[in-house]
């Protein structure tokens, strides 16, 4: 599983998302050059799914071909740190947090490895950043309590809000509604983009649903904000129990994803024990339909499929499980082609087996 030793077999993109779902198999791993062997922080695939960026606690920026299936620059940040990097609309620019000297947002040209702007505004870790789909808007959670918003064409903070704990954040498909989850008031917002100076126009509670399916971790331990490409469903993963599927339209909880057996060790979306930075172990598959993650401390990877109904308690057991062959702490579903990224501290391609072969039961 080392780099090189396995070919890149062809990406594809034809095949629906449930012909192949049960295939998957891992294909191609990197690992990091130092022989410590760091950990992989943040992982995100560009608009068009050809390149994938990991962030790394060895302050790099990997970029990865994804078609060529090679790693095809590694880029130090040495003086600020490196997390949450992600890709703007353009191929070539990287969006990331800091993690040492101060706590602006950075954006850096991969071309000529030079910094185009900096963000300066947060006073505390930046702990989640969302580019809108439509715009080169983009927002930035926290820890100092505040949610900034922000044009990639300019320096100065276009707005702020003032929120306790606001930790995650992601825009909806349409990139008209701005989520918001503060993790110790147990609760997700919802804003109009347009008008996010305005009050939230939903608040969903989750303090019952914590009570009943997560109660000893209650008001911590979220990981994951993420809208469905269809804006009708709203996934909040957890770093221990499962992860809560809700309906986006009133909040309600649909179902319940359990199978996880532990913690994936990763801090997401803070520090407090000085465990690696990640930012969640699950995701939608572009269809909506499934969802993807890490099993916890062990090596399998998890599939729950959301046309499946939920047991009476309104739970949900995998529908499949992927072998891999290490722990899964990151996991992101190109958004372009039939192919997965998982890492922790190798990142890891995963496509369909060839569909000759008989696919796992």
Sequence with gaps: MAEGQQAQQPVQQTQKVSDVIRTYRPTKAFRPPKQDHPHVTSLDFDDQGDFLVAAGEDETIQVFDVKEGKSTKSVPSKK???????????SRQVLHASTKVDDSLRLLDLHNEGYVRYFSGHTDKVTSLALSPGSDAFVSCSKDDTVALWDLNSRHVQGKLNLATPYLATFDPSASVLAIASQSTSSVLLYDFRNYDKSPFSTFDLAPYEERYTPSTRGRAWTRLEFSNDGKSLLVGTDYHGHFILDAFDGNVRTFLVGKNGSPGRAAPISTTGKPLGQGDVCFSPDGRYVIGGPGDQSDVLVWDLQQPPDSSLLLQPTHRLPSRGRTAL??????????????????FWLPEDGSKQPEK
């Design 331 to 348: 996991i992101e579903y190109n958004p372009r082609f039939n192919m997965l990224a998982t890492a922790d501290k190798e990142t890891v």
């Design 80 to 90: 600020y740190g490196v997390h949450l990097a992600r890709f703007t609309h353009h």
